[in-house]
C-alpha cells in the first residue's frame, strides 16, 4: 500500500509537471506573439463604439492584471501588482502580471522537485535554491527584454525625430507629426507613437501622454525628446530645428556609447570567463573521475557550499557588470 508521503509527494510532482508545461507554455508564447498595434486597435474599437473620449480613457487606465475577475481584483490591491504591470509593459512581453506570478511559482515548484527528488537534497536546502532560481529566472528574461526594447527604441529615435522634423515643416501639427512617424517607422517605437497620437486624440494633455510613453520606454534617449517638446511648448520656438540638432546628439551619443562598449569588452569577457570556469573545471572532473564531487551532491553540506559558491559569484558578475556599465 502506498503511505502517506508517497501520495504527497506524487501530488506534487504532478502538480509541478502540470505548473511546469503551462509555465514554459506561457514563456513560450509571449515571446511568439505579435504584439504590433494592439493598443492602437483597442483605442479606435472603443472609438468605433460611441464611448465619449472620457470614458474610453478611463477604461484604457484600468490594464487588466488577470482574465479571471476574483484574481484580477486580488492582485490590484496591490501595490506590487502595479510595479511588475509596468515593468512587463516596459519590456513588451505579452504577459499579464497573473501570468507572471503564474511562471514564476511553475519554475519553483520544479526546480524543488527536481532538487528535492531527482537529486536528492534536503527540502530546506532545495526550497531556498528553488526560490531564487524560481523567482530570479523570469526577472532576469524580463529585464533582458526590457534592455533590447528600449535599445531598440533609442536606435530608432533619431531617424523618427528627422521625420517628426519634415512632418512638422510641412506644416502639420504635433500630434499629426506624430501619427505619420508611427505609420512611417517600424516597431517598437511605431506602437508607441502611435498609442501616444491616440492619446492625444482622445483628449489627453501632451505631458500626460508624454510622461505615458516615458514610462512605457524606459529609454533615456525618450526622456531627451519629451522634455525637449515639454520646453519648447513652455518657451516657444522652432520645434522643427530642435528635433533636427536633437536628433544629432542622439548620434553622437550613440558612437561614443559604441566606442565606450569596445573598451568595456574585455573586462566583460574577463568575467564571463571568470564565470564558467568553475563549471568547465567541474564538467572535465566529472568526465575525469565521475565519482570525485558525489559529496556535493549527497550530503546536505554540499548544497550548501553549492549554493555559497553560486551566490557569490552572482555577487561578482553584478559587481562587475555595474563597473563596466558606463552612462553618457
Aim: no cysteine.
Amino acid at each position: 500500500m502506498l503511505n502517506e508521503s508517497t501520495i504527497v509527494i506524487s501530488i506534487i510532482a504532478f502538480l509541478a509537471v502540470v505548473g511546469g508545461i503551462e509555465g514554459f507554455y506561457l514563456l513560450y508564447r509571449s515571446m511568439n506573439v505579435e504584439r504590433t498595434k494592439a493598443v492602437s486597435r483597442r483605442l479606435r474599437s472603443l472609438s468605433a463604439s460611441g464611448m465619449s473620449n472620457e470614458e474610453a480613457m478611463n477604461l484604457l487606465r484600468r490594464r487588466m492584471f488577470s482574465e479571471v475577475p476574483v484574481i484580477n481584483r486580488l492582485l490590484s490591491a496591490f501595490p506590487r501588482s502595479h510595479a511588475l504591470d509596468r515593468m512587463l509593459i516596459q519590456s513588451g512581453v505579452d504577459l499579464t502580471v497573473s501570468r507572471y506570478i503564474l511562471i514564476q511559482l511553475a519554475l519553483v515548484v520544479t526546480f524543488f522537485i527536481l532538487l528535492w527528488l531527482v537529486l536528492g537534497a534536503i527540502w530546506f536546502v532545495s526550497l531556498p535554491i528553488a526560490l531564487v532560481a524560481g523567482f530570479y529566472l523570469p526577472y532576469m528574461y524580463v529585464q533582458g527584454k526590457t534592455r533590447e526594447r528600449s535599445s531598440a527604441i533609442s536606435a530608432q529615435l533619431p531617424d523618427a525625430l528627422d521625420y517628426l522634423a519634415r512632418a512638422l515643416r510641412a506644416g502639420n501639427p504635433f500630434s499629426a507629426a506624430m501619427r505619420q512617424a508611427s505609420l512611417e517607422m517600424n516597431d517598437p517605437i511605431a506602437i508607441e507613437f502611435a498609442t501616444t497620437f491616440d492619446e492625444l486624440n482622445f483628449g489627453m494633455d501632451l505631458e500626460d501622454a508624454l510622461e505615458h510613453l516615458s514610462q512605457r520606454t524606459r529609454s533615456e534617449e525618450m526622456r531627451y525628446f519629451i522634455t525637449a517638446v515639454l520646453i519648447q511648448k513652455t518657451t516657444g520656438g522652432n520645434l522643427a530645428e530642435v528635433m533636427n540638432r536633437l536628433s544629432g546628439v542622439m548620434r553622437a551619443r550613440a558612437r561614443t556609447m559604441r566606442e565606450i562598449r569596445v573598451l568595456a569588452a574585455e573586462m566583460k569577457l574577463s568575467a564571463n570567463v571568470l564565470i564558467g570556469l568553475p563549471f568547465i573545471v567541474a564538467g572535465a572532473l566529472v568526465v575525469m573521475n565521475p565519482g570525485y564531487l558525489n559529496i556535493l551532491v549527497q550530503s546536505t553540506m554540499g548544497f550548501i557550499v553549492i549554493g555559497a559558491q553560486l551566490a557569490l559569484m552572482l555577487t561578482g558578475y553584478v559587481i562587475i557588470q555595474r563597473m563596466v556599465n558606463f552612462r553618457v
